[in-house]
Every structure is written in C-alpha cells, then in structure tokens.
C-alpha cells in the first residue's frame, strides 16, 4: 500500500470536512453525513443514514467478515462547538493547510479521528482485507450536547445493529513526549455528568425593600454550603487501576503509592500533594462546578423565582440517585428543588484486553521507548451509551499532541499537524490488522 498517498488523502479530506460548518447548536450534522456518504458510495460501500431530528443524522456502514470474531466498531462525531472568530487567526472553518497543519474548528475534536477511521475503513475495503469480524463505522451527531440526538438515539433505535459488537474505538485518549519517551494513554472509562438545576422560590418584591428570605438569599445560602463542601475521596477499581497503570512512571516513594493508591490516600500529606494536579484530583472525587445563574431581570426588583445550575461530574461506578441525595444533605434546605438536567451511569473497560494489547504492539514499532497507560477522562463522550450494551469502549486516538497543540481543543486556533494526520491512518490500520486478522 502507497501510505505516502494515503496519508495526502487522509489530510485533503480532513481539510474538506473542516469546511462542513457542523457547529452545536443547531448541529446541521446532515451536512456531514452526505459528505461521508458521497465518499463511500464512490468506493461502492452502501451505507444508512438515519434521521432522529430535522437536520441531524447519523450514519452506519459495515465491512462483513467471516464471523469467528464479534464486530468492531470505529465510532465519531460530527459536530463541533462553537467559535468566537475574534480570536482566530485563521477562518475557523476554511481548512486551511499551512505551516505544517491543518487549521479550524474540529480538527482535534474530533473530525481528526473521524477522517483516520474512515481511511482505514476505505482501506480495508481497497485491500480486500481478510476480516474476521465484522468493521463498523459509524458517525454521530449531538455529542456535543449531550448525544441523545446522536449515539443515545442510535443505540435506542438501531441497538440491533451494535448490540453484538466486543470493541468500540472513540475520542480522547493520546500519545504525548515525556522525556524522550513515548506515552500513549487509553481511555478505559470517564466520570460522568450529572447536570443538575437548584430552585429558589421566595416573595417576589421592590429591590428598596430588603427581603432576607428572597429567593436570590436562599439560593445564595444553599451555593454557599455547596463551595463549602468537599466531597469524599473515593478509590473506585477503575481509579485504582489508572494509578496502578501509571505507577511505573513515578519516581522513589511515589511508585509505591500510587501502585497502592486506597492505602496511600489515607495519608492526609499526600492526598494533598495529589491534588496540585487537576487531573488527580478530579478523579479522585465527584466535583461539583457552579456555572449559571439566574435571578432577576431588572435591578430593582426581587424575584420570585432565582436558579443555579451545576455541572456535577461522577466517578465511574457512581449512583447520581445517591449523589443528589447527598447534595441535599449537604444544602439543608427541603425549600430549595434540585432538578435533574442530564445524568446517567457509567461502568469501565478492561485495562486487560486484545484491544490494548493491539495498541501497544503496534505503537511499539513507531517508538522506543514507549509506554501505554490507562487513563480516565474527567470529560465525558459518547461511550457511555455502547458501554451500557456491553460493549468494551476504548479512547484511543493514533497523534502524538504537544500541549500546545492541546490547547486547540474546544478552544482558539485549532490544528493538527501534517504529520500527525498522514501518519495516524497508518498506526490505526495496522492495529485493526491485529484486531481483525
């Protein structure tokens, strides 16, 4: 195979599919979706797309193989967030290719692996490889509100089409440089949310006259006990499995606690330690993150009604049920309604698997040295929904990402290098040559 072409094709297309204004709202992820259809209909590979609203679509195609292996699914999103065109040096959705990088909204979140997957998936077609299980694409809309539009709609009506799959490949995990060496992580879970809507009703008056029991005041009160709270440490297996998995990298007493991180915690010096990092101390506990409020539309008037909204995010395993009811505790106030926006559970994939085992095989040619470890993301993806059927999810994406880089991500001047996209196709073909040979 001519890698050297098919990575300039993996970068043209990533520079046309830029160019698909996908923003979410209001998505128009239909527009992605043909763009993806007309590509595999000129490879001769039919494909279903499904409408679940006006507008937003998700499509499905599937490379037969001989049935000895349960399927495996390569799974993205087509939308992406929003931009400020203020700050860009670049028009975020012009595909431009200079200075060694494909330019604009989506290349790292996540249009980038979308076009990698569905290079291999060309691929395997070209090269009439011999599959022993069946290869899924499929591409989503909505992920980023939420998914319910998307991946939550697919699996609710089209869960015969996925339900039989062992792997799913999605987002998030990366290959980073520490020094000199390679370190790829793979996402084997991720907390969840629980989005949640605190009401405060009070006597709604004239701002002259000072009400201490207002709704603005209760609600205040109940934010106040909440920033005062800090949930409990919790070391669930996923957790103990991520700090066993990168323990080999700490130095002195460090390896040793982190390969025994549910006695180490119990250390009040250490646990503080931990917890200069964000990324240890998110996983260490549920969070709770004020974000919106609302009160009065005018300054001189007492509402009746005032709201805050939190975005909570869980440990994997967690109950939100019991989460909310904890809150309430912690608020102390049966006056103040908590409304439940968005939630749901979450479980882990093995650490153990043929799928890391395939990582790590294959991105053992590309470097030395070279690590792989488990991570959990403090975000949440689409997984969640395929992991409720049972699938092993994994968050593997084939680019090695310097911070700055990272930095794109949801953010200003978005990019991807030349050569992570050319690059990548290549070390995801040849793990789904181990995965499906």
């Not at 160019?19 to 128009?28: S, V």
């Not at 011999?130 to 709609?153: Q, S, Y």
């Not at 939630?343 to 043929?354: G, K, Q, V």
């Not at 053992?364 to 488990?374: A, D, G, K, Q, R």
Request: net charge negative; hydrophobic share 35%.
């Amino acid at each position: 195979m001519d890698w050297n072409a098919i990575g300039k094709e993996a970068v043209q297309l990533l520079s046309e599919y830029v160019q698909i204004d996908t923003t979410n709202p209001p998505g128009n992820e239909h527009r992605a979706t043909a763009f993806i259809g007309r590509i595999l209909e000129k490879e001769g590979i039919p494909c279903q797309v499904f409408e679940s609203a006006p507008g937003r679509s998700n499509l499905y195609t599937c490379l037969k193989g001989d049935g000895t292996r349960r399927p495996v699914i390569l799974l993205s999103h087509s939308d992406v967030v929003p931009v400020d065109r203020t700050y860009w040096s670049v028009d975020p959705f012009g595909g431009v290719i200079k200075d060694g990088y494909i330019w604009g909204r989506g290349t790292l979140d996540m249009k980038n692996l979308g076009i990698a997957e569905l290079i291999v998936f060309l691929t395997l077609h070209r090269s009439k490889f011999p599959l022993k299980r069946d290869v899924i694409l499929i591409n989503t809309a909505d992920e980023e509100a939420g998914g319910m539009m998307g991946a939550g709609w697919f699996t609710e009506n089209k869960q015969e089409l996925v339900r039989d799959a062992e792997f799913l490949l999605n987002e998030s995990g990366k290959g980073r440089m520490e020094n000199g060496k390679a370190i790829y992580s793979i996402d084997i879970t991720e907390k969840t949310p629980c989005w949640l809507r605190l009401i405060s009703r009070g006597e709604p008056g004239h701002g002259s006259r000072p009400k201490p029991h207002s709704s603005i005041n209760r609600l205040l009160r109940a934010l106040h006990a909440i920033l005062n709270y800090n949930p409990p440490v919790k070391v669930t297996e996923p957790v103990e499995t991520y700090f066993k998995g990168i323990s080999h990298l700490q130095n002195g007493r460090r390896r040793q606690q982190f390969a025994n991180i549910r006695a180490a915690v119990k250390d009040p010096k250490f646990l503080a330690e931990l917890h200069h990092s964000s990324q240890y101390a998110a996983i260490l506990r549920n969070t709770i993150s004020i974000t919106m409020l609302q009160g009065s539309p005018k300054i001189n008037i007492i509402p009746q009604t005032a709201t805050a909204e939190l975005d909570c995010r869980l440990l994997p395993e967690e109950d939100p049920g019991k989460f909310v009811q904890e809150l309430r505790k912690v608020i102390g106030d049966d006056g103040i309604e908590i409304e439940t926006i968005l939630s749901f559970s979450n479980t882990a994939s093995p650490f153990d698997s043929p799928f890391v085992d395939a990582v790590r095989q294959v991105v053992s040619t590309y470097h030395s040295p070279v690590e792989v470890i488990p991570n959990i993301l403090s975000g949440f993806t689409d997984s969640h929904f395929f992991r409720e059927l049972g699938v092993q999810c994994y968050g593997f994406m084939p680019f090695l990402l310097p911070d700055d880089e990272l930095r794109g991500i949801h953010g200003n001047d978005e990019r991807i290098s030349v050569e992570n996209m050319s690059r990548g196709p290549k070390m995801l073909y040849e793990i789904m040559e181990i995965l499906c040979g």
